[in-house]
């Protein structure tokens, strides 16, 4: 990692250990200019606003709260537009409708958005055709095109995550403080879906009966203005850390230590290492810290991280998220969950069911299959409920927009659909009416258990 000259940041502990998956950034200078720059922006998100969302996260330790977070594998500067905002808000607010009402639980509302644009990587380069080019690290760090020139690790791109992350975040505040995100406009979300697919239409019967339930309340003389706004978080992988690092401030309250750049970061499978940067990153921050556990960690792996990141057990601090694939996790998750809670950790813990399940279609696409999804999340339920512990929430890759990058869903997309519109920049995400679809699935597997 580069050694920042500013004293500012230059003590930060994390910066002496080894950081996986960092871009080679050819020109140290430009960085430092950039990084410089950083340090003096404004803050995206508040101290007391990663607070808040660890006291949300502290209920879904408890049992008393569901986590739905997702969003973009991974976002691009050219999605910074309305129109892709806006639908991937209104996907996860129509599936945060579904899964309070029908699981009847508080659900806690956290984007993969307004940050979420670095990606580890498998290999550092990619050969097309005999010419091997640095692989795509996100649009953080190099351009998805297969040239020399976009491959090349820029600096100014984290210049540019800032702002896109900014546009991004005053967007979607505006949309749930403004009156967009109003729960009496359930139906509006849906307005464009309804005809069009089997899960808009069920969708559409469960907004009927909200409707009825909020008449009832208002007849009750509840305020309206209860219904008018929605809590909603951003949270993105902390992975370049020259970024996290720019963005981390101390909170003038407190004198803690705050990564402004999202209110809750996680650190992700390929990351994760207990002697590296990333880890003592997530430490010395006091934002809500998730963590990937993929299916070779180890009970004693996930004793140490706990140890590290939360060692006063603090619920809300910390959340595990479990992302083992359908074909591991009942045999993974009990021994790590069974020890866990021995130790007396209050983690949450969450299902991510996208990341253990890709695979590549004979297209060439890498894709999932929405029942690999489903039958993940039902192995993450099924292990909980045996363990009487609380399946606390899914982390899922989607996007508003009808793109044909899984398989599978009510609505089916065959293999061959693939190219149809594959759009993703890095992993195959769900589209609307399969996130739907899940949220509808998980709602009953959540009342059911
Ligand atoms: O989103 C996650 C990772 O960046 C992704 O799964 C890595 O994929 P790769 O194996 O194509 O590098
Ligand atoms: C890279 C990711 O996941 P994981 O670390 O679990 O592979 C991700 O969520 O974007």
Redesign the pocket.
Known sequence: MTVNADTTTSGYSWRSLPAAQQPEWPDSEALRAVLADLETYPPLVFAGECDQLRDRLAAVARGEAFVLQGGD?AETFDGVSADAIRNKLKTLLQMAVVLTYAAKVPVVKIGRMAGQYS??RSKPTETRDGVTLPVYRGDSVNGLEFTPEARTPDPERLRRMYHASSATLNLVRAFTTGGYADLRQVHAWNQDFVALSPSGERYERLAREIDSALAFMRACNVDPDEFRTVEFYASH?ALVLDYETAMTRRDSRTGLLYDVSGHMVWI???TRQLDGAHVEFAAQVRNPIGV?L?PTTTPEEALALIDRIDPNREPGRLTFIT?MGAGRIREVLPTLVEKVTASGAQVAWIC?PM?GNTFEAASGHKTRRFDDVLDEVKGFFEVHQALGTHPGGIHVELTGDDVTECVGGGDEIFVDDLHQRYETACDPRLNRSQSLDLAFLVAEMYRNG
Request: glycine share 16%.
């Open positions: 594998c990606k580890p992988e992700g499978e390929r990937k993929g992302r991510d990341h």
